[in-house]
């Protein structure tokens, strides 16, 4: 079993800059791949960016490419999402996720999510 669990959030000004990070208790997280999600109010849960075992592959959505960087510390057990330029629609709660296969879509693992608000 694997338990993820998202740290980070916060309230910050439009153009800040957050770090979120995420862990797990339980199995390490170097076995799986890992997925950035968010939700705003009222839409769809969306993929944000996702990272393989090994960091050698990330992968983005194109709203936030050249704003956020996916990466992992196996060592420290946790990957974190750096979040810059930040603007008011990136608000949402944002979610971590693992799967076993990076070119999968199924995702095994859910964190229960950290709010991030951007304000104007």
């Known amino acids: 079993q694997v338990q993820l669990v998202e740290s980070g959030g916060g309230l910050v000004q439009a153009g800040g800059s957050l770090r979120l990070s995420c862990t797990t208790s339980?199995?390490?997280?170097?076995?799986?791949?890992v997925g950035w999600f968010r939700q705003a109010p009222g839409k769809e849960r969306e993929f944000v960016a996702s990272i393989n075992q090994d960091a050698t592959l990330t992968t983005y959505t194109n709203s936030v490419k050249g704003r956020f960087t996916i990466s992992r510390d196996n060592a420290k057990n946790t990957v974190y999402l750096q979040m810059n330029s930040l603007k008011p629609e990136d608000t949402a709660v944002y979610y971590c996720a693992a799967k076993i296969f990076y070119s999968g879509t199924q995702y095994d693992y859910w964190g229960q999510g950290t709010q991030v608000t951007v304000s104007s």
């Open positions: 339980g199995r390490t997280l170097i076995f799986y791949a």
